[in-house]
């Protein structure tokens, strides 16, 4: 059938304008796969670091550790927070090790949109290797950060007294159910520094040295 000349340009001009309006999308997904898999990188980068940090962190608590500790209490509060330093190392070596590899799928990802033919797809799979990398790498910071609060706490149960010392006056006064933010039952580090006097002294209160404090531990703190 004859077309005619009107409608056959008609035709022509929307294929063309198809395969116009595919080029910038095309070229934007290779760019985006680009974009992402320099993040993941980044992100991986960043959780290595800190997955020697924590490592680090690790090996001072146990050095602390080793030098001896004042007291029978405060050996087995060393012994604790060194355990929690080289399990926070371990956490943080395992989420860098997720970082390295969701990296390496964005990099994997980044050619495909880049050569291949579906870079759309590519591209999307580069997104989400990004995030998995972006989501590991905040796991090795938080690791990170825990094992280097454990070192300082290992230091700190080195020098704790056999004796649990009386309160001051400012910390007779704890709400248990007021610094217990979770409402969990127990009393973390984190949630003590909302009461002064209780996270200075946060190991003495803590005599199971389990890492949180209990209503009873805080009750025999006040007798």
């Known amino acids: 059938m004859k077309r005619h000349p009107l409608l056959a340009l008609a035709i022509a001009t929307a294929f063309a304008g198809a395969a116009t309006a595919q080029v910038p999308s095309k070229v934007q997904a290779k760019h985006d796969a680009v974009e992402k898999a320099d993040v993941a990188a980044a992100d991986a980068r960043a959780a ?28 087995i509060a060393a012994e604790a927070t060194t355990q ?13 090790h997720q970082a390295i590899r ?39 910071t938080d690791a990170s950060g825990l094992a280097r609060a454990a070192a300082a706490a290992t230091a700190e149960a080195n020098r704790l007294p056999g004796t649990v010392v009386a309160p001051p006056s400012d910390g007779r006064d704890v709400d248990f159910l007021v610094v217990d933010a979770n409402a969990d039952g127990s009393i973390s580090r984190e949630e003590a520094r909302a009461h002064t006097a209780l996270s200075a002294n946060f190991l003495a209160v803590d005599v199971d040295a389990d890492g949180r404090i209990s209503r009873g531990e805080i009750d025999g703190w006040r007798r």
Not at 49 to 60: D, G, K, L, S
């Open 48 to 75: 290595r670091e800190n997955a020697i940090t924590a490592q680090a962190a690790a090996q001072a608590a146990a050095a602390t550790r080793d030098q001896g500790a004042s007291s029978a209490r405060g050996a």
């Open 102 to 140: 969701a990296a390496d799928e964005a990099r994997s990802a980044q050619a495909a949109a880049v050569d291949g033919s579906n870079p759309q797809g590519a591209a999307e799979q580069a997104r989400a290797a990004m995030i998995e990398a972006r989501t590991a790498s905040a796991i090795a």
């Open 84 to 96: 929690q330093a080289r399990q926070s190392a371990a956490d943080a070596q395992t989420a860098a």
